[in-house]
């Protein structure tokens, strides 16, 4: 099966962002199988790009999906705040119908605004059951995801080895999966050694919080004494580690996920981006929770340039929201439209108020005024998952009802 975007001005992100005029992108078997101008490909079904802007799509390399039918409940507190009220208020009432529906919603709302890859952090209960819901609402959703198993950091304890096997045994194509460790800034460094052994042992990636606190300063040589430190692990937030421990995680091959909007909001240290370019970390961003913040990565790369001190070109930026974070993620054909990658990507109306007059510089103006009402189309391997401004994949009436349902169950639970 061949699909043609035609005659959009293409930007692709690696190995340095280029901007590419009345451009077409070819497709075939949902992967990129061509980038110029005028191709040719008459069988080909067409999506007519002109006048528009074509991009790869964003990768958000952390977000709680689970906490969807919660948005907004967190944003008037900080950490402890968020704790008190979405993780244990709410967070200890889901029922697996909640995670289902909290993450079909929030898989849509990822792939509405041109988030094509999502790391899915789920720290909702830790059981077997759970996770189900949470997988297969996102397989439907139609998005590409690395979900990440873990227990609450309410429960604590390691990950579960048998219910991490039920849930790999379930998933395939666009699903993968990490081990999400509580890890050692957080839990006792015997339930560390359990999990880096349990992904080691099963070849996955670990993600996992981190940050420095008085009880456990320095977290990240911690790992490296233990002999744990290792390439496919994705730390998150770091905002209050040394410059040694930003280091070692460079040195170590790891990357780390930032979350600048939830990071601020939360009051969980400063900005870290600029000090991740300097120690030579890779580098992804991501939403969080939507309980504190805008669920989309425009507004989020609209963070990274307000709070990274003139460290980030526009360019820069973009890179980071696409190809630096399907990097961070393990991915090495996902974030950029080389020939041979998925066919992950966005076709944004290039005649929108809020874009016009930006056609001197498209990279700046997709950084720093885009918004998810202008993304008309999203692909995902090939896939169409948002046609004409609206997302395809599955009955979006039926997903927000249940949301709906989900959030008053929640709601009056809590307040009981
Ligand atoms: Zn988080």
Not at 370 to 378: D, F, I, K, L, Q
């Amino acid at each position: 099966m061949r699909m043609l975007v035609r005659g959009g001005l293409v930007i692709d992100t690696a190995p340095t962002v280029v901007v590419r005029p009345e451009t077409d992108v070819l497709i075939e078997d949902g992967r990129i199988a061509a980038v110029g101008p005028g191709l040719v490909a008459d069988d080909a079904e067409v999506i007519d790009a002109r006048g528009r802007i074509v991009l790869p799509g964003f990768v958000d390399t952390h977000r709680h999906v689970w906490q969807t039918a919660l948005r907004g409940i967190g944003a008037d507190g900080d950490l402890g705040y968020y704790f008190d009220r979405v993780m244990q208020a709410h967070g200890t009432r889901y029922r697996a119908e909640d995670v289902a529906a909290s993450n079909l919603v929030g898989a849509l709302e990822c792939l509405d605004g041109g988030i094509t890859t999502v790391q899915d952090y789920s720290h909702v209960q830790g059981s077997a059951e759970f996770a189900e819901a949470a997988v297969d609402a996102l397989d439907r959703s139609g998005i590409r995801a690395v979900f990440g198993f873990g227990p609450s950091p309410l429960a604590g304890g390691a990950v579960d080895p048998d219910g991490l096997r039920r849930i790999l045994g379930r998933v395939s194509g666009r699903i993968g999966v990490a081990v999400a460790s509580i890890g050692p800034a957080y839990a006792p460094f015997e339930i560390v050694e359990a999990d880096w052994a349990l992904a080691a042992e099963l070849g996955m990636p670990v993600v996992t919080h981190i940050d420095s606190s008085e009880v456990t300063p320095a977290p990240i040589a911690g790992l490296r004494d233990a002999g744990l430190l290792r390439p496919d692990t994705l730390y998150v937030h770091c905002n209050n580690l040394s410059e040694a421990e930003l280091k070692l995680i460079a040195e170590s091959g790891a990357s780390v996920s930032a979350t600048p909007a939830v990071e601020s909001r939360l009051e969980m240290g400063g900005p870290i981006t600029a000090r991740l370019k300097a120690a030579g970390v890779g580098v992804g961003l991501g939403i969080d929770t939507v309980t504190s913040g805008a669920g989309d990565m425009f507004s989020v790369m609209q963070q990274v340039l307000a709070l990274g001190h003139r460290s980030f070109t526009a360019a820069e930026v973009l890179q980071l929201a696409t190809v630096g974070g399907a990097r961070a993620l393990g991915f090495t054909d996902v974030g950029s439209l080389a020939v041979g990658n998925q066919a992950d990507l966005i076709v944004l109306r290039g005649t929108d108020l809020n874009l016009a007059g930006g056609w001197q510089d498209p990279v700046a103006t997709v950084v720093t005024s885009g918004h998810p009402g202008n993304v008309e189309t999203v692909l995902v391997g090939g896939t169409p998952v948002k046609r004409v401004g609206q997302v395809v994949s599955t009955s979006l009436p039926a997903a927000l009802d249940a949301l709906t349902e989900s959030a008053a169950y929640l709601t009056a639970r809590a307040a009981s």
